[in-house]
């Protein structure tokens, strides 16, 4: 008999769970799991079993439908999640209100579902840890590692055969390849792409370029504050990332130059039209690489860090470059380190005419070709190092850009008209540090008068230091301090990943107001990072850092030190046996506390700007979805 008011049709007893479990729909229709829908195979057979059915549909495992069934309460059917032939793809979402660069990845990402979806996939979408480089203090590459590490634990820990990376401002790409690299399940990156042209009347006006530029203004007294924020306002007109080769656009150039993102698509501007479309063909391709079980490990190989080392050059790209791409190669595994940026890169033209290097912003770049343009002239010049590397297209980068020329040879040049030839970054060493790097293509005529024209010891000067410890140092002091002259040298220290901490971009530093209206520039160097908006040629990187032991922490103002281009050297001209007396009476060199948890995680467990500011604990645990399997059962 049925329990009194009840219309489940039920007995009072209700018999064991058994009865109730072969019941098949309790005697209700159900459209989530209907009877005859039961996640049976249908489509496309992967190359290998889908991870995700290990959840989902795996008889064995008597706790499946406590898997399932939570993911049911949205609408989804069993068809969609527990048939072993439609792969789950993962979008990992970068954009928020708080990361605005990034922002049109809140629409776009309905473009990569219906891209999923119509492959036979099925999409889930989830929240990245917001990485905006304008905003975050103390830096936002503080943010990377913890990027990282969070995407690393969605990729490996939840049911997912395939990821799209929405990528954009800075370190959102590198974050989200490496954490691709570590977890080694199959992956896609897909830009938010730049912001319009930005312009001053008819003048063109570069995010981030424009900033340095107004910047130096100020200080030369030739606008006021109210001026300085108008002028850089002006850069901003659209959605997107910086319309510069600034990090943004160097680092996704890059994403596609080591044959993780579609051809062509890393330079399409935020609001084109053209965008939704490869957002499309992006979700519509990762079904595709889960199918065919192509992985990060089948992409990122030696050889494609080389392609993107050369085309880096081609680009102008940004300084940041080698950090990250060193982060991304040892998190899957291969060798990379700066000298190879030199090696590889050095020798090679500037090609593209873009700010901060040339004169042009990302909307002609773009309409000139793109990466694929770049690419066709380095390899009808035999100038790519390897044509013959796989991409996620399934074919070679050689086969994608073969033959695609520039439309506009003022904005990407060919070879026998470059904007600079041997334009790649130099590897420096020495008794000043072991590692650091400088980009030449943005010297400038009067930078190479002032310090690299000495007929009697070419590319290279020496001469006094001014020392600052942090910016705050440099700004409370630089304009006070009537020893700084014409062939100074400033030095900013205690900027790296444990000092400041995380390395944040504050080297790139302008000479007093005095000097700039005289038309005099200052060489920089230190053991942060500049934005890859600056035009300065500073040098970079410098790794041991201060706060590590680094001898830029034992440096006094008015050492003489010598910087020789040609031999690759940096050298403190100060008697050893005085810097290690100082070393001994100056003791570790101070950072300011820690303000959050992971401020001071970070500092315990991270490398030098050299070695991409891993963390070497992290760098251990490599194809994960190869080596360690599927987590063990949570209940």
């Known amino acids: 008999m049925p329990c009194e008011g009840c219309t489940c049709g039920l007995r009072e007893d209700g018999g064991d769970e058994g009865d109730i479990l072969e019941q098949t729909n309790l005697g209700v229709r159900s459209f989530t799991a209907p009877a005859e829908d039961r996640g049976e195979p249908e489509g496309v057979e992967p190359a290998v079993p889908l991870r995700s059915k290990q959840w989902w549909n795996n008889p064995s495992d008597d706790m499946c439908g406590a898997y399932v069934e939570r993911y049911l309460n949205g609408g989804l059917t069993m068809n969609e999640i527990a048939n072993k032939h439609k792969p789950i793809i993962g979008i990992a979402q970068t954009g928020s209100d708080l990361a605005p660069c990034n922002s049109g990845h809140v629409q776009l990402a309905k473009r ?176 595709d690489l889960v199918r065919q079980d192509v992985k990060p490990s089948d992409i990122l190989t030696r050889e494609a860090f080389e392609n993107a080392i050369a085309l880096n050059t081609a680009i102008g790209g940004s300084t940041n470059a080698p950090i990250h791409l060193n982060a991304i190669a040892k998190h899957i595994g291969v060798p990379l380190n700066n000298e190879d940026w030199q090696k590889v890169g050095y020798e090679l033209p500037l090609l593209v005419n873009i700010q901060p290097a040339g004169e042009y912003l990302c909307e002609e770049y773009h309409r000139a070709g793109g990466l694929p343009a770049v690419a066709a002239e380095l390899i009808k010049h035999n100038l790519l190092p390897h044509p013959d590397a796989l991409t996620v297209s399934g074919r070679s980068i050689g086969d994608n850009c073969r033959g695609d020329f520039s439309t506009d040879k003022r904005v990407i040049r060919p070879i026998e008209k470059p904007v600079k030839t041997s334009a790649g970054f130099l590897h420096l060493s020495g008794s000043l540090f072991d590692s650091a790097i400088m980009k030449t293509s943005v010297i400038s005529q009067a930078f190479r008068e002032q310090y690299l024209s000495n007929p009697d010891d070419p590319m290279a000067f020496e001469g006094p230091v001014a020392v600052f410890d942090g910016p705050e140092d440099y700004h409370h002091r630089i304009e006070s301090e009537a020893d700084i002259q014409a062939g100074t040298i400033l030095i900013m220290r205690g900027a790296g990943p444990q000092g400041y901490p995380g390395a944040a971009e504050v080297v790139n530093m302008i000479p007093p107001g005095r000097l700039i209206r005289q038309g005099i520039e200052l060489p920089c160097i230190g053991d942060g990072r500049q934005s890859g908006t600056s035009g300065s040629p500073s040098i970079l990187n410098a790794s041991p850092e201060a706060a590590t032991g680094g001898n830029l922490g034992i440096l006094k103002d008015g050492d003489i030190i010598r910087i020789d281009l040609a031999r690759g050297r940096a050298d403190i001209k100060v008697d050893p046996k005085e810097l290690e007396a100082r070393r001994k009476e100056k003791g570790p060199f101070k950072v300011p506390k820690s303000q959050t948890p992971w401020q001071e995680l970070f500092r315990e467990n991270v490398s030098e700007l050299s070695e991409g500011m891993v963390i070497p604990k992290a760098v251990k645990y490599q194809r994960l979805a190869q080596t360690a399997g599927i987590p063990r059962r949570n209940h």
């Open 112 to 287: 990569v579902r219906d891209g999923i979806i119509a492959a036979g996939g099925t999409p889930f979408e989830f929240p990245c840890h917001p990485i905006q480089e304008t905003t975050k203090r103390p830096t936002a590459s503080l943010d990377r590692n913890f990027a990282y590490l969070s995407l690393v634990e969605v990729l490996f820990g939840y049911p997912m055969d395939g990821v799209v990376l929405l990528t954009g401002c800075d370190k959102t790409t590198p974050a989200l390849l490496m954490a691709a690299a570590t977890v080694n399940i199959p992956a896609i990156c897909m830009n938010v792409g730049p912001m319009l042209n930005g312009y001053a009347g008819r003048r063109l006006v570069g995010s981030g370029t424009v900033l340095w530029d107004a910047r130096a203004a100020l200080a030369a007294g030739k606008i006021d504050q109210l001026q300085l924020m108008q002028t850089v306002a002006t850069s901003a007109p659209s959605l997107g990332h910086c319309n510069t080769m600034g990090t943004a656009s160097t680092m996704n150039a890059l994403a596609e130059a080591l044959g993780m993102a579609l051809p062509g698509s890393a330079s399409i501007p935020a609001p084109y039209r053209e965008r939704g479309a490869c957002a499309y063909q992006t979700g519509h391709r990762i079904v």
